[in-house]
């Protein structure tokens, strides 16, 4: 099996969505940490320009955005699986999840913490990446209505919980779960535990819950510079895809495509389509610096066109 390289910053709460996966299927991680604000050269070199972290590397396999990760790491260790209900459920839920929650989260969040976050931060993701200003005075006018929206799905959970079990989805813990669990635990995390549990009005089932994710662990880890990520990547050589010519949409293999966030920070990345059915597209994308590589995406939230469909688009 390749090293699994995780490349993030510690601020991120997507990271502990992958690094608690990884310490529930008992895998050992390599650590790349790259800044929280671009410019992030290595990791360009190895997306092809995907502005999102975490990446997961493999080799010269690179894997951009939380659900292709997941499905990488299930095809590395198939138990115990992160989709014990089916992928369906928990991919759907997450992806709701994600985009209900994340705005709102980040809302209450810097209600309670926005004086620590650095200018540079703030204006990068104001002019770079969302397009609105998440500074604390910006986001305050907001805050009935961020509290709201975070009840509202948290009570979705308690619902779940107390019709499934221990876990949203049963019968196991899942994908679905760590999702859900991290944009909380942000919150829990940084504000303090009960003082969002009250804000909140998080019921007693989700606390619990909460807690028995957390217990999960981050598997173990290693160090390793970006640099040597890069190089790692252009000594090694992709792995075959495995999907064969399978889009659903009708793009043949050795298309030139794009393939663009539809949500936040839409820059799209340009390669060679390599595999694809209707939840992954494989990219083949080679610069100097990493050479061959292949780059993986979802297609949920995610736009792969025809690379003359792409210049016809934004003509
Ligand atoms: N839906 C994406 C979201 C990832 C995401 O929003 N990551 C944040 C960090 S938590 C990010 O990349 N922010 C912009 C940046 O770091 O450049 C996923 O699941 O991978």
Redesign the pocket.
């Known amino acids: 099996m390749p090293d699994i390289i995780l490349h993030h910053?510690d601020?991120?709460?997507?990271?502990e969505?992958i690094r608690l996966a990884l310490g529930y299927k008992g895998l050992a991680w390599t650590s790349v940490v790259v800044d929280?604000?671009?410019p992030?050269p290595a990791l360009d070199a190895l997306t092809g320009g995907y502005?999102?972290?975490?990446v997961l590397q493999m080799g010269a396999d690179i894997c951009?955005?939380?659900?292709v990760?997941f499905r990488a790491l299930e095809r590395v260790e198939p138990t115990p699986t992160l989709y014990p209900a089916g992928e369906g459920i928990a991919k759907a839920l997450s992806l709701g999840w994600?985009r209900a929650t994340?705005k709102p989260a980040i809302g209450v969040l810097v209600t309670h913490i926005g004086e620590h976050l650095p200018e540079e931060y703030l204006r990068?993701?104001k002019e770079h990446?969302l397009g609105y200003d998440i500074s604390r005075d910006a986001m305050a006018p907001m805050l009935p209505a961020h509290l709201q929206q975070m009840s509202a799905q948290i009570d979705w959970l308690a619902s779940m919980l107390r019709q499934n079990g221990d876990d949203l989805t049963g019968p196991a813990l899942g994908a679905a779960d760590l999702t859900c669990h991290h944009s909380i635990r942000l919150l829990r995390a940084n504000a303090g535990a009960e003082a969002i549990d009250a804000q909140l009005h998080i019921a007693p089932e989700v606390v619990a819950w909460m807690d028995r994710i957390a217990a999960i662990g981050h598997g173990t880890k290693t160090d390793m510079t970006p640099g040597d990520a890069v190089a790692l990547a252009k000594a090694a050589t992709p792995a075959d895809p495995g999907l064969g010519d399978n889009d659903p949409s009708g793009l043949s293999l050795r298309t030139t495509v794009s393939v663009t966030?539809n949500?936040?920070?839409r820059v799209p990345v340009t390669g060679t389509l390599v595999g694809a059915d209707a939840q992954e597209v494989v990219i083949a994308v080679e610069n100097a610096e990493a050479g061959k590589l292949h780059v993986h995406f979802p297609r949920a939230?995610f736009d792969t066109l025809a690379a003359d469909t792409t210049a016809r688009t934004a003509a």
Do not use: M, Q
């Open positions: 910053y601020l991120s709460p997507f990271f969505k929280a604000v671009p992030r502005r999102r972290v975490p951009c955005h939380t659900e990760i994600n994340w990068d993701r990446y966030p949500d936040n920070a939230g």
